[in-house]
């Protein structure tokens, strides 16, 4: 079926950033692309107003000849080189913000290099994409500020491994089949993502659900009503027992000297530290907060006589 200027024209009005005029003229990679950094960072998505009368023609064209006299091997794209790294740089950035799995940087900016090099009519070979982004993580580390030298190692081992698609003969895939791919390519770029950022998320939510908690333990203490808001038992309030809980959240014995206790207390907070413990969040809050209380009931008492 021929391809019509005019609906290229309303899809990229309606759904440029997401590719919806790609998906219409056949460029499922663009498309896909499109999808995963809305439009080309916004950028690509207003560049494609004035290519579409050339990719209409090529939709519907025989689509049997190369640009550029029909060579086997495409000539090089600053631009497409520019669009490699910032696909690259841009996914394995959010990967390594969302997942705390080491291969996840060099795999997402791999992945953001090979689909910005499939764009249009060129692709590249993904092994060699892949190799380059797991030797150049070896270099520069597998975290997300290591994305960009990444890609641009991933880049250069694309534009060096290009070469064209194979012409297309028989009527490719429908366009639910197509679909399909899309969706499933989508989630498995952008699912882990959003499923880390998700949990973040959650973690803030309850944070905030526990500011009442929290406002309520401040002024317990601030009015001498013990410290409150912790995992105490409720008969820890008389001295005696309140002191054996604290000596056992800091792992003291009864009695250990105020080097010991200062000692435990630094070495456990680093440990418990919120900071150091984002994948347990909540149950670092919850010791941390402990640990700050049982500090409080041993060394209070001790500096109290000197103030």
């Given at each position: 079926?021929?391809?019509?200027?005019?609906?290229?024209?309303?899809?990229?009005?309606?759904?440029?950033?997401?590719?919806?005029?790609?998906?219409?003229?056949?460029?499922?990679s663009?498309?896909?692309?499109?999808?995963?950094?809305?439009?080309?960072?916004?950028?690509?998505?207003?560049?494609?107003l004035?290519?579409?009368p050339g990719?209409?023609?090529?939709?519907?064209?025989?689509?049997?000849?190369?640009?550029?006299g029909?060579?086997?091997?495409?000539?090089?794209?600053?631009?497409?080189?520019?669009?490699q790294?910032?696909?690259?740089?841009?996914?394995?950035?959010?990967?390594?913000?969302?997942?705390?799995?080491?291969?996840?940087?060099?795999?997402?900016?791999?992945?953001?290099v090979?689909?910005?090099?499939?764009?249009?009519?060129?692709?590249?070979?993904?092994?060699r994409?892949?190799?380059?982004a797991?030797?150049?993580?070896?270099?520069?580390?597998?975290?997300?500020?290591?994305a960009?030298?990444?890609?641009?190692?991933?880049?250069?081992?694309?534009?060096?491994?290009?070469?064209?698609?194979?012409?297309?003969?028989?009527?490719?895939?429908?366009?639910?089949?197509?679909?399909?791919?899309?969706?499933?390519?989508?989630?498995?770029?952008?699912?882990?993502?959003?499923?880390?950022?998700?949990?973040?998320?959650?973690?803030?939510?309850?944070?905030?659900?526990?500011?009442?908690?929290?406002?309520?333990?401040?002024?317990?203490?601030?009015?001498?009503?013990?410290?409150?808001?912790?995992?105490?038992?409720?008969?820890?309030?008389?001295?005696?027992?309140?002191?054996?809980?604290?000596?056992?959240?800091?792992?003291?014995?009864?009695?250990?000297?105020?080097?010991?206790?200062?000692?435990?207390?630094?070495?456990?907070?680093?440990?418990?530290?919120?900071?150091?413990?984002?994948?347990?969040?909540?149950?670092?809050?919850?010791?941390?907060?402990?640990?700050?209380?049982?500090?409080?009931?041993?060394?209070?008492?001790?500096?109290?006589?000197?103030?």
């Open positions: 079926m021929a391809k019509r200027l005019l609906v290229a024209y309303g899809l990229w009005a309606l759904g440029g950033p997401l590719g919806l005029h790609h998906v219409y003229l056949g460029r499922d663009q498309a896909l692309l499109w999808l995963v950094t809305l439009g080309g960072f916004g950028a690509g998505w207003l560049c494609d004035w290519l579409l990719w209409v023609a090529a939709a519907n064209g025989a689509g049997g000849q190369r640009p550029g029909g060579g086997d091997t495409p000539a090089r794209s600053p631009l497409r080189f520019a669009g790294v910032a696909a690259g740089t841009y996914l394995g950035v959010l990967a390594g913000l969302g997942l705390r799995w080491a291969p996840a940087v060099p795999l997402a900016s791999a992945l953001g090979q689909l910005a090099a499939s764009v249009g009519d060129q692709t590249a070979d993904a092994r994409v892949l190799a380059a797991f030797l150049a993580a070896l270099l520069f580390g597998g975290r997300a500020p290591a960009l030298p990444i890609s641009l190692v991933a880049a250069a081992a694309a534009q060096r491994h290009r070469r064209y698609k194979p012409l297309r003969g028989a009527p490719g895939p429908g366009l639910g089949v197509r679909l399909c791919r899309l969706a499933l390519a989508y989630l498995a770029l952008a699912g882990p993502v959003a499923y880390a950022a998700l949990g973040r998320a959650a973690g803030i939510a309850a944070a905030v659900l526990r500011l009442p908690q929290r406002a309520g333990s401040l002024l317990a203490r601030t009015l001498g009503l013990g410290a409150g808001g912790s995992a105490v038992p409720p008969d820890a309030f008389a001295p005696g027992p309140r002191q054996q809980w604290a000596y056992q959240v800091l792992g003291l014995t009864a009695g250990s000297s105020a080097e010991d206790v200062h000692r435990s207390y630094r070495e456990l907070v680093k440990v418990w530290h919120p900071d150091h413990n984002r994948h347990r969040a909540e149950e670092a809050e919850r010791r941390f907060i402990e640990l700050q209380e049982a500090y409080e009931v041993l060394v209070g008492p001790r500096k109290a006589p000197a103030a």
